[in-house]
Every structure is written in structure tokens, then in C-alpha cells.
């Protein structure tokens, strides 16, 4: 039989292995099997009665290859095993080591993944209040837009008032002045303020809505940042000793929609990129806004001033004439006075030259049709009663005199109530300058209220 060549341990294997029935195996391909052969010479036992005890038996020469045999097969089992028992151990060994040493590189890069997640998600969030904060700003900036315009609408109903008021002066003051036209030139500038803050106010809320949808995506890039930040601390919080953890044979396959780690850097970066950028494009607006309202305040009361030093002149100039229109009336109904006396004074020459009492009665019968509050018992009455006895000569001069005077005096008359007339429309455009459009124009909004602070 072949020596063992393993030592103790082997041989104690390979003879227990002696005192059993061997294992059916396949046999090596080297081992020849072995034959049974039967005895006829003349050493064999002889005889009819003995054939059946020796024929059929194996030799003692075959018995000690069959041994021998089981034994090297036993041996090369044992050999086998154990060599089969080291390469496993090692194997276990290596594949322990390496299954933890790639879940520590694994948890490592879910650690990686964590920091890489948590700083995106903090500027997404930075990106959001102050995304938040610029909208707040801009709403601000739209309200001042909005107040600007109330203030505006009240400018343009004061001029459109003042417009209106002026049209009821009567002629010949109804005439198109310079407070007409700077009137109408406010009226023009603010039509084209309102237009302009009105563009401006569209622009804001279209800017503000910008916003918003920006905030919206920046927010759900954040909300899914949490959720991924949530999912992978709690697969790095994972370990062989973890009692939620079982098999997902499914979960190595890839999503079509997966992104790439470009991908995703990319995705967040464009997003802050584009909040970064209508930030900004608000940021601009809101200094467009401040700057259009105060340069529209500043024109409309440059504006208001121009009107109101037009109306102080105009009714500067309406006071003037109506104080020398007052001047020549009164120097008018002097003169009248004294025509009148002249009248009188004629009429009482002519009664004194004529049939006194004639003269008298057709005189107080004359003027006993003089209308209303004119029918006076007033000097001339009581001279003409007393000039009845004093008229008896120089009829016809008299009375061509008395002709010329009375013409005059119907003259003066005309001039009186030419002067009084227009005294009165004097003081109509006085009242609807003075007391009308000026009064209404002290509730002209201000500088502030037009800048939309108030």
C-alpha cells in the first residue's frame, strides 16, 4: 500500500477507514478493476465435495489490492477535503473582508452623497428666502406703483375740474389763455405718467409671477433634496446587525429616468442659476420703479407749479382789469350825474321858455314811465316842478341841446352797462379761477403721494 503523506492525522483517518465498507465512489482512472479468478491446479482442494467452497473467492494477493486500493482512495479523499476545507476558509476569509471593506467604501460614499445633498439643499434654501425676500420687496415697489396711481387719477380729475370750471367764464374772458395750456399740458403729461406706470405695473406682476414659479421649482428641487437627503441617511444608518434590512433581488436594475451625477449636479445648478438671474432681473426693476416714480413726481410738480403761477398771473391780471374797470365806471356814472343835471337843467330852461305848466305835465307825464326803481321822486323830479315857472324862452336851442345831451347821456348809459357787464364777468372768471379752480387744486396730491409713499 502507498505511504500517507500527510501525517498523524491522516493515517488515524485513513485507519478508521480500515474497519469500514468503503463508500461507493468512481474509482481512479489509474486503478485496473479487479478480476475474480477461480483455482483448478493442483493445489486446490480436490474432490466433488469441496468445489462448492472454493470456487468463486477472491485471492489473498487480490484481497490485499482492494485494501490497499480503499486505502490510497481514502487518502486522496482526505487530501482533497482538506484542501478543499483551506481554499473555503480562505475564501470566506477574503470574501468577508472584502464584502466590508466595499460596504465601508459604500457607506463612505452615501456619507459623501449626505454632504454633497445637504449642500445643495442649503442653497436651494438660501435661494428661496431670498427669492422670497426680493418678491416681498417687489410687492412693496408694486403697492408704491399702485398708490402713485390713485394719487395720479386724483391730479387728473383736478385738472380735468379745472378744465371744465374754466369753460363756464363767459365772453369775452372765455378765451384760451396760458393757464389753458399749461393745464392742458399737465392733463397731457399725466395721461402719458398713468401710461407709463401703468406698463410698469404689468411688468411687476409679471416679474413677481416669475418669482413665484421660480421659488415653486427651487422648492420642489429642495423638498426632493430632503427626501433624498432622508432616504440616504437612513441607508448609511444600515448595518449587518440591522433588523429592517431583507432581500430586494429587483433593486440592481437602473430606472430609464435615473440621472447622472452631472446630470444632477446640473439640474440644481441651473436652477439656482435662473432664480439667481430673474433675482437679479427683479432687483433691477425695483430701481426702475423707485426711479420712474420719483422722476414722474418731480414732473408733475414742476407741472402743478407752472399751472399755479399761471393762474396767480391770470388772476392777477383779472384783478387789474376789473379795479380799472371799476375806476371808468365810476367816472361814468359821474359823468352821468352830471349829464343827467345837464338834462335837467335844460329841461327846466326849456319849461321856463315854453308854457310852464305845459312843459311841466308833459315832463312829469315822460318820465312817469321810467321802469321800475327808476320811477323816483329824485332831485330832477323835484327841480322840474320847481323850474314850471322859470322855462318860457330859447325853446328850440334848448331843446337841440337837450337832444344832443340826452344822446350823450343814452351813450354813457351804453358805456355803464358795457362796464358793468364786463365788470361782472371779471368777477365771474375771478370766482372760477380764484375760488374755484385754485381752491380745488390745494388738494393737489403731494411729491409723496405722487412717489407712492402715502
Known amino acids: ?30 486503478a485496473a ?70 460596504q465601508q467604501r459604500t457607506t463612505a460614499a452615501l456619507g459623501e452623497r449626505l454632504q454633497d445633498t445637504h449642500i445643495w439643499k ?51 374772458d372765455l ?77 440592481l436594475k437602473f430606472e430609464e429616468s435615473a440621472s447622472t451625477p452631472e446630470t444632477w449636479t446640473k439640474f440644481s445648478r441651473d436652477n439656482i442659476y435662473r432664480a439667481e438671474q430673474e433675482k437679479l432681473a427683479s432687483t433691477n426693476l425695483r430701481a426702475l420703479i423707485d426711479n420712474i416714480l420719483h422722476d414722474t413726481s418731480e414732473d408733475l410738480k414742476r407741472q402743478c407749479a407752472a399751472v399755479k403761477e399761471a393762474f396767480a398771473k391770470r388772476c392777477e391780471d383779472l384783478d387789474d382789469a376789473k379795479h380799472k374797470l371799476e375806476h371808468y365806471l365810476e367816472k361814468t356814472l359821474k359823468e352821468i350825474g352830471d349829464q343827467e343835471t345837464t338834462i ?18 308833459t315832463r312829469l307825464y315822460d318820465r312817469s314811465f321810467m321802469p321800475n326803481v327808476e320811477l323816483c321822486r329824485d332831485e330832477a323830479h323835484l327841480r322840474l316842478i320847481g323850474e314850471v315857472e322859470e322855462l318860457t324862452e330859447s325853446i328850440a336851442s334848448l331843446r337841440k341841446k337837450l337832444l344832443e345831451s340826452e344822446q350823450s347821456l343814452r351813450n354813457l348809459e351804453d358805456v355803464r352797462m358795457d362796464l358793468e357787464r364786463e365788470i361782472a364777468v371779471k368777477t365771474n372768471s375771478i370766482f372760477i379761477d380764484k375760488q374755484k379752480c385754485m381752491a380745488h387744486r390745494t388738494h393737489y396730491p403731494t411729491v409723496f403721494k405722487l412717489a407712492g409713499y402715502q
Open 1 to 30: 500500500a502507498a505511504r500517507p503523506r500527510r501525517g498523524a492525522g491522516a493515517m488515524a483517518e485513513a485507519g478508521t477507514l480500515l474497519t469500514q465498507e468503503a463508500a461507493p465512489q468512481a474509482l481512479p482512472s489509474t
Open 33 to 102: 478493476p479487479m478480476k475474480m479468478t477461480v483455482s483448478a491446479g493442483p493445489n486446490t482442494c480436490g474432490g466433488l465435495g469441496a468445489v462448492g467452497f472454493c470456487t468463486a473467492k477472491y485471492q489473498s494477493h487480490e484481497w490485499y489490492q482492494n485494501n490497499s486500493a480503499l486505502y490510497s482512495k481514502a487518502l486522496a479523499g482526505c487530501e482533497h477535503s482538506e484542501c478543499n476545507r483551506f481554499e473555503a476558509k480562505e475564501l470566506a476569509e477574503h470574501t468577508t473582508a472584502a464584502a466590508q471593506h466595499t
Open 122 to 172: 442649503v442653497k436651494l434654501q438660501k435661494e428661496i428666502e431670498e427669492l422670497d425676500a426680493e418678491t416681498g420687496l417687489l410687492a412693496a415697489q408694486k403697492r408704491r406703483l399702485e398708490r402713485a396711481l390713485d394719487a395720479i387719477e386724483l391730479a387728473c380729475a383736478i385738472a380735468t375740474d379745472n378744465l371744465r370750471c374754466r369753460e363756464r367764464r363767459q365772453h369775452p
Open 175 to 251: 378765451v384760451s389763455d396760458e393757464v389753458e395750456r399749461e393745464l392742458l399740458k399737465e392733463l397731457e403729461l399725466i395721461r402719458n405718467i398713468q401710461e407709463l406706470l401703468k406698463r410698469t405695473l404689468m411688468q411687476a406682476s409679471n416679474q413677481m409671477r416669475i418669482n413665484r414659479d421660480h421659488k415653486e421649482i427651487c422648492e420642489r428641487d429642495w423638498s426632493d433634496k430632503v427626501e433624498a437627503y432622508r432616504i440616504d441617511d437612513k441607508c448609511e444608518r444600515y448595518s449587518n446587525q440591522s433588523t429592517n434590512i431583507q432581500f430586494h433581488p429587483g433593486s
Open 344 to 361: 335837467a337843467a335844460l329841461k327846466q330852461t326849456i319849461k321856463d321858455k315854453e308854457a310852464p305848466m305845459k312843459v311841466a305835465q
